[in-house]
């Protein structure tokens, strides 16, 4: 009987120290995260330092996006300015983009991004049902965005 208690201890001790080390390494993992600066910036955090984005966007004016489809002025908010470009909360700089595109599949809106270096990256761009003419007027509205730039 004693040993049938000794095993059933140990078991419990070793799912509680999987537990431990579950937790202990999730919560390292948040911890970057939650101290991350600029959520907004994805891939810009790998370009400049807090203040070297602040001083970057600080002149820049940014204006609304308007979409002729009122689906798409409901569903995508876009702000437009020389060197950046705002898309659903996300920062991204013109400077560094070299190609972008803008994706459907199923429910699915993506959009793809180049970075120098060759490096991509794919962001959600919105929940809503941006397919036919309403896809053709956002990679209208970003080719426009890219061309202001170039």
Not at 42 to 63: C, Q, T
Request: positive net charge; charged residues 25%.
């Amino acid at each position: 009987m004693e040993a049938f208690w000794n095993e059933k201890y140990q078991m419990l001790i070793g799912i509680e120290l999987f537990f431990i080390g579950f937790t202990l390494l999730s919560a390292y993992k948040i911890w970057n995260y939650v101290k991350t600066p600029y959520h907004c910036a994805i891939v810009l955090k790998k370009f400049y330092s807090k203040a070297d984005l602040e001083y970057e966007v600080r002149g820049e004016k940014f204006e609304y996006v308007q979409f002729e489809n009122s689906i798409l002025q409901k569903a995508v908010c876009m702000l437009d300015s020389k060197n950046w470009l705002i898309i659903n909360g996300i920062l991204y700089a013109k400077k560094y983009m070299t190609n972008f595109k803008y994706m459907f599949m199923g429910n699915t809106n993506t959009i793809w991004i180049t970075y120098y270096g060759g490096k991509g990256l794919i962001l959600p761009f919105s929940d809503g049902d941006l397919s036919g003419d309403r896809g053709k007027e956002v990679k209208q509205v970003l080719q426009r965005a890219m061309e202001k730039f170039q």
